[in-house]
């Protein structure tokens, strides 16, 4: 079955910078495209940052030129890295696949920028 697990969120303050990571089981993930989503409290879930299987990238407005997703095909992961981050960062984080149709999210993990 397909697991993903989300991991490095944490509290930083303005302007500061955190790498989450995303580890990916039950499937061949080279072959898989890869997101990124992101829930704040009372807002619905958005799309932060795709990586397509190929290595071509997308990306929310709300973080171009602040967010870098990345993946790492021997190790099974994505990664975003987040840079000049602002409070309105400020959600659980989600990485997701889709295989044969259906979604596959991991559990989350909290990111919150605040002084």
């Known amino acids: 079955q397909v697991q993903l697990v989300e991991s490095g969120g944490d509290l930083v303050q303005p302007g500061g910078s955190l790498r989450l990571s995303c580890a990916a089981s039950g499937i061949i993930f080279s072959n898989y495209n890869m997101d990124w989503y992101r829930q704040a409290p009372g807002k619905q879930r958005e799309l932060v940052a795709t990586i397509t299987s190929g290595g071509n990238t997308n990306y929310a407005d709300s973080v171009k030129g602040r967010f870098t997703i990345s993946r790492d095909n021997a190790e099974n992961t994505v990664y975003l890295q987040m840079n000049s981050l602002k409070p309105e960062d400020t959600a659980v984080y989600y990485c997701?696949?889709?295989?044969?149709?259906?979604?596959?999210w991991g559990q989350g993990t909290q990111v919150t920028v605040s002084s």
């Open positions: 997701e696949t889709v295989k044969r149709y259906l979604h596959y």
